[in-house]
T-cell receptor, first 113, second 112 residues
Framework: NAGVTQTPKFQVLKTGQSMTLQCAQDMNHEYMSWYRQDPGMGLRLIHYSVGAGITDQGEVPNGYNVSRSTTEDFPLRLLSAAPSQTSVYFC????????????FGDGTRLSIL | KQEVTQIPAALSVPEGENLVLNCSFTDSAIYNLQWFRQDPGKGLTSLLLIQSSQREQTSGRLNASLDKSSGRSTLYIAASQPGDSATYLCAVSNFGNEKLTFGTGTRLTIIP
């Protein structure tokens, strides 16, 4: 059972470049989300999705775009990378019922030069 | 806006001691509270989930309690071991299992 898989694990970008962080889960979870983790600030929600075709903004959505065409995949797109987007990005998934915990991927460590 | 606080930010204790980690939240209308463990350079691993109607949950040497009215949760670790060294994160949800609000974590070091 793979759980939540994130690729790539590490990435270095130049300011202004775009890229897509991939997230896939094989647990048939309806809910998927993206967080960023910065020192001293905890994890902050970027975007989330409650099912295929449905997405919504979290606390810090600016500069990021998401789509959910299938239940399994939830990619995060950086449109024009900025140094302030240097962070560790985590994808998570769960059922919506709230009785089971969220499952997290191992993260993508992104540096913007 | 929900805010979650974890104090202390770091804690060191000798092996074998029992210890308590604290989590407080400002909005008591939560749906559930989750405790996670994060090892350096790794993702988050769920330890315990307490639904709003519950007072505590136990898993092995771990026990988490929830007092919604006072906006507090504690994670009790019995007979600590060096392998327990990690950062422990508390997170609350105000709706279903969605949109978790995280604390900044307590970095725990168990001294052999």
């Amino acid at each position: 059972n793979a759980g939540v898989t994130q690729t790539p694990k590490f990435q270095v970008l130049k300011t202004g470049q775009s890229m897509t962080l991939q997230c896939a889960q094989d647990m048939n979870h309806e809910y998927m989300s993206w967080y960023r983790q910065d020192p001293g600030m905890g994890l902050r929600l970027i975007h989330y999705s409650v099912g295929a075709g449905i997405t919504d903004q979290g606390e810090v959505p600016n500069g990021y775009n998401v789509s959910r065409s299938t239940t399994e995949d939830f990619p995060l797109r950086l449109l024009s990378a900025a140094p302030s987007q240097t962070s560790v990005y985590f994808c998570a998934s769960s059922y919506r019922t709230g009785t089971q915990p969220q499952h997290f991927g191992d993260g993508t460590r992104l540096s913007i030069l | 806006k929900q805010e979650v606080t974890q104090i202390p930010a770091a804690l060191s204790v000798p092996e074998g001691e029992n210890l308590v980690l604290n989590c407080s939240f400002t909005d008591s209308a939560i749906y559930n509270l989750q405790w996670f463990r994060q090892d350096p350079g790794k993702g988050l691993t769920s330890l315990l989930l307490i639904q709003s109607s519950q007072r505590e949950q136990t898993s092995g040497r771990l026990n988490a309690s929830l007092d919604k009215s006072s906006g507090r949760s504690t994670l009790y670790i019995a007979a600590s071991q060096p392998g327990d060294s990690a950062t422990y994160l508390c997170a609350v949800s105000n709706f279903g299992n969605e949109k978790l609000t995280f604390g900044t974590g307590t970095r725990l070091t168990i001294i052999p």
